[in-house]
C-alpha cells in the first residue's frame, strides 16, 4: 500500500482535534483535515512527492466531507476505493471516515468523460493517480474554481498535481487556461467538437472566463474565518 507505514506512523501519534480550540469554533472542513492529517492545512509541510499526495487527498475529503449528501457522491469514489485510500493514507481514522462511505457514486456522463480524460493522460502509475482522475473529475461538477472545490490552498497546488499525475495532459495547456475550460476543451476537440465561437482565443469575447484570474480564499480558510466571526459575534 502507498505510504501506508509513513503515514500511518506519523498521522497515529497526531492528537485528535476538539471542536473547539482555545474558545474559537472551528470549521467544519478544518476540522475534517486536522482530524485526517493532524495539523491544519495552512500548515501542511508539502516538499516531498508522498506529503504532497497526502495533503491532496486530506484538502478533498476534508471538503467532501463536510457539504450534504454521501461522501461518495462528493468525492466519486466507491466505497471500496474510499475504504483503501483510507487504509493507506490515514488509518489512524479510517474505521470512523469509511463508515461514511457506503455503495457507489451516482452515474453522470461529464464526470466520467473527465475521469476518462484524467486517466488516459496519467504519468504515474498506481492507485492514487486511479483515485485523484474519480475525485478531480467529480469536484469539477462543483460551481467554484477547481482548486477551491478541491479544498486546496491556491491553484498553485491544482497545477502541481496536474503536472504530477497527469502530465501529458497538464503540459498541453501551454497558455495557462482556466483547468475547467482546459479539460472542456481537450473534450471538445476529442470528439471533434467546436466548443467556442471563435478560433482565435484573443479574439473571443469570453476570453477573461477562460484565461482571467483564479486567485481568491481557499474554502477552508474562507469557513475557519466565517467560523470565527460567527464565534466573535456569540462572544460580544
Given at each position: 500500500?502507498?505510504?501506508?507505514?509513513?503515514?500511518?506512523?506519523?498521522?497515529?501519534?497526531?492528537?485528535?482535534?476538539?471542536?473547539?480550540?482555545?474558545?474559537?469554533?472551528?470549521?467544519?472542513?478544518?476540522?475534517?483535515?486536522?482530524?485526517?492529517?493532524?495539523c491544519?492545512?495552512?500548515?501542511?509541510?508539502?516538499?516531498?512527492?508522498?506529503?504532497?499526495?497526502r495533503?491532496?487527498?486530506?484538502?478533498?475529503?476534508?471538503?467532501?466531507?463536510?457539504?450534504?449528501?454521501?461522501?461518495?457522491?462528493?468525492?466519486?469514489?466507491g466505497?471500496?476505493?474510499?475504504?483503501?485510500?483510507?487504509?493507506?493514507?490515514?488509518?489512524?481514522?479510517s474505521?470512523?471516515?469509511?463508515?461514511?462511505?457506503t455503495?457507489?457514486?451516482?452515474?453522470d456522463?461529464?464526470?466520467?468523460?473527465?475521469?476518462?480524460?484524467?486517466?488516459?493522460?496519467?504519468?504515474?502509475?498506481?492507485?492514487?493517480?486511479?483515485?485523484?482522475?474519480?475525485?478531480?473529475?467529480?469536484?469539477?461538477?462543483?460551481?467554484?474554481?477547481l482548486?477551491?472545490?478541491?479544498?486546496?490552498?491556491?491553484?498553485?497546488?491544482?497545477?502541481?498535481?496536474?503536472?504530477?499525475?497527469?502530465?501529458p495532459?497538464?503540459?498541453?495547456?501551454?497558455?495557462?487556461?482556466?483547468?475547467?475550460?482546459f479539460?472542456y476543451?481537450?473534450?471538445?476537440?476529442?470528439d471533434?467538437?467546436?466548443?467556442?465561437?471563435?478560433?482565435?482565443?484573443?479574439?473571443?469575447?469570453?476570453?477573461?472566463?477562460?484565461f482571467?484570474d483564479?486567485?481568491?480564499?481557499?474554502?477552508?480558510?474562507?469557513r475557519?474565518?466565517?467560523a470565527?466571526?460567527?464565534a466573535?459575534s456569540?462572544?460580544?
Amino acid at each position: 500500500m502507498i505510504g501506508a507505514a509513513t503515514y500511518g506512523q506519523a498521522a497515529s501519534q497526531a492528537p485528535m482535534p476538539r471542536g473547539v480550540v482555545t474558545g474559537r469554533v472551528v470549521s467544519p472542513a478544518r476540522t475534517a483535515y486536522r482530524a485526517l492529517t493532524g495539523c491544519d492545512s495552512a500548515e501542511a509541510q508539502i516538499d516531498s512527492d508522498r506529503a504532497f499526495d497526502r495533503h491532496v487527498l486530506a484538502s478533498i475529503l476534508a471538503v467532501a466531507a463536510t457539504e450534504p449528501g454521501s461522501i461518495v457522491d462528493r468525492c466519486g469514489l466507491g466505497a471500496n476505493d474510499f475504504a483503501t485510500l483510507m487504509t493507506g493514507f490515514f488509518p489512524h481514522i479510517s474505521v470512523l471516515f469509511s463508515v461514511l462511505a457506503t455503495g457507489e457514486p451516482a452515474e453522470d456522463d461529464e464526470v466520467t468523460m473527465l475521469r476518462d480524460l484524467l486517466l488516459a493522460h496519467r504519468s504515474t502509475h498506481g492507485e492514487v493517480s486511479r483515485w485523484l482522475a474519480a475525485l478531480v473529475a467529480r469536484r469539477a461538477m462543483e460551481p467554484n474554481h477547481l482548486w477551491e472545490d478541491l479544498g486546496l490552498r491556491d491553484r498553485s497546488e491544482l497545477t502541481r498535481l496536474l503536472m504530477r499525475h497527469f502530465a501529458p495532459l497538464a503540459q498541453d495547456n501551454t497558455r495557462n487556461m482556466r483547468w475547467k475550460r482546459f479539460f472542456y476543451r481537450k473534450l471538445c476537440e476529442d470528439d471533434g467538437m467546436v466548443m467556442c465561437s471563435t478560433p482565435v482565443c484573443s479574439h473571443c469575447n469570453d476570453f477573461n472566463e477562460c484565461f482571467g484570474d483564479e486567485s481568491g480564499e481557499s474554502r477552508m480558510a474562507d469557513r475557519r474565518r466565517q467560523a470565527e466571526l460567527q464565534a466573535s459575534s456569540i462572544v460580544s
